[in-house]
């Protein structure tokens, strides 16, 4: 039921758009050139040895995904109520589905920043081989924060509200753009209190050869868990209910 609900995600997502799945592609591309023409003329940030676009596609693909994700997994009970209120399956797989959905968005627009690589000479190190250990942890960690609010909306419809202010903050708080030696060293682990925050640091460490930054990809991959098993706390003492609230 998994598989078949994410396909239908992915099916329904671009059905009737003009350009249907080249948004995938479109996006990343121009929010990458958009903040590149922005920070190339008023202010320069130190990202060497990766360019500067290199650099924050590599977190702007990230941020898409969890934008994304979140997003629809926040509304997956909302937007299923014969589902969720005729038939009886485990409950959780609604908002992983749309969590796994954006994840192959991700994937497809993968070879976009290899392009980018490709362009302007950049060469992977060794350390890229546990690339995908980090983006695991930021799907665990998506899912998390999806799982949760796919709950909260049923009961509370706050949520719609709020949401998009949570993102527009959050993605400020995490260097999607900006690397994270702008911040003081003392505040970094705090910092990193941000799941996001250590967890696309490493990633970027391991694309681009960075020193890692242990400390602070321990505090994120700590906060990830915890969120993660907090979120499935929130979700099992809801669940009962969401055929009645929604």
Same mark, same amino acid.
């Given at each position: 039921m998994l598989y078949f609900l994410t396909y239908r995600d992915i @099916? /329904?997502?671009?059905?009737?758009?003009?350009i249907g799945a080249a948004w995938v592609l479109l996006q990343p591309?121009?929010?990458?050139?958009?903040?590149?023409?922005? %920070? =190339?003329? %008023? =202010?320069? %940030?130190?990202?060497? +040895? @990766?360019?500067? &676009?290199?650099f924050v596609l590599s977190g702007i693909l990230v941020w898409l995904f969890v934008y994304g994700a979140v997003t629809t997994a926040s509304n997956s009970f909302t937007g299923n109520v014969n589902l969720v209120t005729k038939v009886y399956f485990p409950r959780l797989i609604v908002p992983l589905a749309a969590t796994f959905a954006a994840a192959f968005d991700?994937?497809?627009?993968? &070879?976009?920043?290899?392009v980018f690589f490709i362009y302007f000479g950049v060469s992977l190190p060794s350390a890229v081989l546990i690339a995908p250990l980090f983006l695991f942890f930021i799907l665990v960690q998506t899912a998390a924060f999806g799982i949760m609010f796919s709950a909260l909306n049923v009961r509370y419809r706050d949520v719609k509200f709020a949401l998009p202010f949570f993102l527009q903050i959050?993605?400020?708080? =995490? &260097? /999607? %753009?900006? &690397?994270? =030696?702008?911040? +003081?060293e003392k505040w970094r682990p705090l910092f990193a209190l941000n799941p996001l925050t250590g967890l696309i640091e490493g990633w970027r460490a391991a694309l681009f050869g960075f020193d890692f930054d242990w400390l602070l990809v321990g505090v994120s991959t700590a906060s990830a868990i915890f969120l993660f098993i907090l979120s499935i706390a929130v979700f099992r003492g809801m669940e009962d209910d969401f055929a009645d609230d929604i």
């Open positions: @099916a /329904v997502r671009y059905k009737q758009t003009i591309l121009v929010s990458t050139l958009i903040l590149t023409v922005i %920070f =190339s003329a %008023f =202010s320069r %940030f130190e990202t060497a +040895p @990766a360019p500067y &676009p290199v991700f994937i497809v627009a993968l &070879p976009v920043l290899a959050w993605m400020l708080a =995490s &260097p /999607v %753009f900006y &690397p994270v =030696s702008l911040v +003081p």
